[in-house]
């Protein structure tokens, strides 16, 4: 996607008050980079928040994800947790919302609770039935964000032993679980086997392209190295 020109035809679809221009053109100016590597030269948090907040007020019901990501860093907006975690909050109470899109709310706000040092039992609660419940169906992406969270010192109910158990349940289909386990399997107990399996099945996963998750450039050539 070329920045410049797609923000060309936003804005003349946003001058006729189109919501969802607004909400995309509101990513584009949030966006550092516009790929791996090239800097965007639109970026813009400034115009991103104050797209966002248009497209609210003009009656969107998608805008609370991107809202909150602004608040959280403080992106063209004083930085503000509270607010960020009530949109994602309010996200939360939409009826019509998909379940991958209440998972990556529930995802997100626990994160967010971890790095402030917050806790909140019903939203903890709520998010971890969601991601067992999910994770149990054999969702690999969920069960990865799963091991994740118990793997994080800094949770609550930091479980190495769970972690691991969720991992090897997504390998089959996950690059990034296989990633993971390779660092535990070589910081924890040095057992180089396990480490070098899960090394060749995230490369056989990559090269199959039989992996269900995003493989960022970096993460490639780390394992190539």
Known sequence: LDYKNAEFWYLRAIAQNDIESMEDLAFIYASEEESPGIINSRYN????????????????????????YLYKYGLGVKKNIEKSISLLQEMLELPDLSRNNKELALVT????????????????????????????????????????????ERFKYFDENE???????????????????????????????????????????????ASTDYISESSLVNVYQ
């Open 45 to 68: 948090p400034d115009k991103a928040f104050q797209l966002l907040v248009r497209a609210k007020d003009s009656g969107s019901t998608t805008y609370h994800y991107d809202l909150s």
């Open 109 to 152: 706000m626990m994160w967010t609770y971890i790095a402030n040092n917050i806790y909140d039992d019903k939203e903890v609660s709520r998010a971890m039935n969601f991601l067992i419940d999910s994770a149990k169906n054999g969702n690999s992406k969920t069960q990865t964000r799963l091991a994740e969270l118990y793997l994080d």
């Open 163 to 209: 972690g691991i158990y969720w991992l090897e349940q997504a390998k089959k289909s996950s690059f990034h679980a296989n990633i993971l386990l390779s660092e535990i399997y070589f910081s924890s107990d040095y057992n180089f086997d396990k480490y070098g399996e899960s090394l060749l099945n995230a490369i056989d996963l990559h090269e199959s392209g």
